[in-house]
């Protein structure tokens, strides 16, 4: 990634900084509120709750003992316990044996071990309620597509017929009887590329035969940041209509032909808003998720398509929002543990993981396509942070649940000498893979 891009001005760089450290202190605050409630509900004291690090801008003491705190780097955060000898809970103050015994019990070593293995284990349960929490309420506010497709409304894309209207129902698709919204999708994904095509429809209780553009055009639904399609100032609703000059109506002959161009560049001609201009770009070769778990490796440009209109929805009930949102939520920690090991196993480029320059270009990219986009990306932000946190690294959270589980086992803690050890070297891999990762946002393409 060529970092200018970053910064094509001052408000540029300025918007990406501020939706970055933005999405960054929801996400954290959640995640250390989920290790300060459960630690209170469970006994154990904070003695500091800090938003940030550094030099301390703000704070004040509540009614409980603890010292609320905003401090200068807004680039995490962390939970102090009673008796903690650091913010990481990794050991215990020296002056810990002089306490009494109730006052130990408020302390996050003193405390029994499920109080300990709750309050470490809250931090990323609460990313994960935060993520499921926001998707079911993304899903009751914009709602979810009817089983019967219906149109709800028109996208604006070039057509040389247009018969369809708002609220129609239809019920086939160039002489195939569609059942759902899904069989429209299936017989979509396999009718030939035309300009024209034949619906069969219901409107005001009566069926009418009429025509309409094809169903999946090569519509940019969505650009992604940082790809070949954003670089070359392609916006979501632009349509294609011609790529070097051979002119298309579906979108499967855009994917192919960028599949086939072998990273070559590509002369696409858009429409947009009823004028028309060239785009130069070359596509990028990306490793995509299957529904197997597998990877596939395609040449991208970096555009969805989708129908060309807006289906009816529904509101759905608050426990299907919920099951959506879960499922949403399982979806993305899937994919990105999947990603990882096939990483790891060298079966997909390590280029796939994102540093903190890239994680900030895609949240200000996220905040520019406006307050819903950038709401989902805080929602898988959530997601990827809790998962990460379960990883059984020492100085995580998955690290102590480890400890705490040997605890379990063997009926006393891991020795001081061990936990300093390994909390070393759980360090040493964090800050070694936060370079690995800061060096692919810099040198990848």
Known sequence: MDISTLIPSFGGLGFTVVAFVLALLIIVFVHEFGHYIVGRWSGIHADVFSLGFGPVIWKRVDRHGTRW??????????????????????????????????????????????????????GPVFNFVLSIAIFAGLFLAKGVATDLPVIGALKNVPAEVQELQPGDAILGLAGKPVADFQGLIDAANVLPPAAVVDYRIRRDGAELDVRGPYPLPPLADNVAGNSAA????????????????????????????????????????????????????????????????????????????????????????????????????????????SG???????????????????????????????????????????TAVGLMNLFPVPVLDGGHLVFFAYEAVTGKPPTARALNVLMSVGLALILGLMAFALSNDLFCP
């Open 230 to 337: 954003k670089d070359a100032g392609l916006e979501p609703g632009d349509v294609v209509l011609a790529v070097d000059g051979t002119p298309i109506t579906a979108f499967d002959q855009l994917r192919d032909m960028v599949g086939a161009s072998d990273g070559k560049p590509l002369k696409l001609t858009v429409w947009r808003d009823g004028s028309t201009f060239d785009a130069d770009l070359q596509p990028r070769r990306m490793d995509l998720p299957l529904a197997d778990g597998g990877f596939e490796t395609r040449w991208l440009i970096g555009v969805s398509g989708n129908l060309f209109f807006e289906p009816e929805t529904r509101t759905p009930g608050l426990w299907e929002a919920v099951s959506l949102g879960a499922s949403q939520s399982w979806t993305i920690a899937y994919t990105s543990v």
């Open 340 to 382: 990882l090991w096939h990483m790891i196993t060298g079966s997909i480029s390590s280029c796939n993981l994102q540093g903190p320059i890239g994680i900030a270009e895609t949240s200000g990219q996220a905040a520019s396509m406006g307050i819903s986009s950038f709401i989902w990306f805080v929602a898988m932000l959530s």
């Open 69 to 122: 705190q905003l401090a200068a780097l807004p680039f995490g955060g962390y939970v102090k316990f009673f008796g903690d000898a650091n913010a990481a809970s990794g050991g215990h103050s020296d002056d810990l044996k002089a306490l009494t015994a109730e006052q130990r019990r408020a302390t996050m070593h003193g405390a029994p071990l499920w109080a300990r293995s709750a309050t470490v284990a809250a």
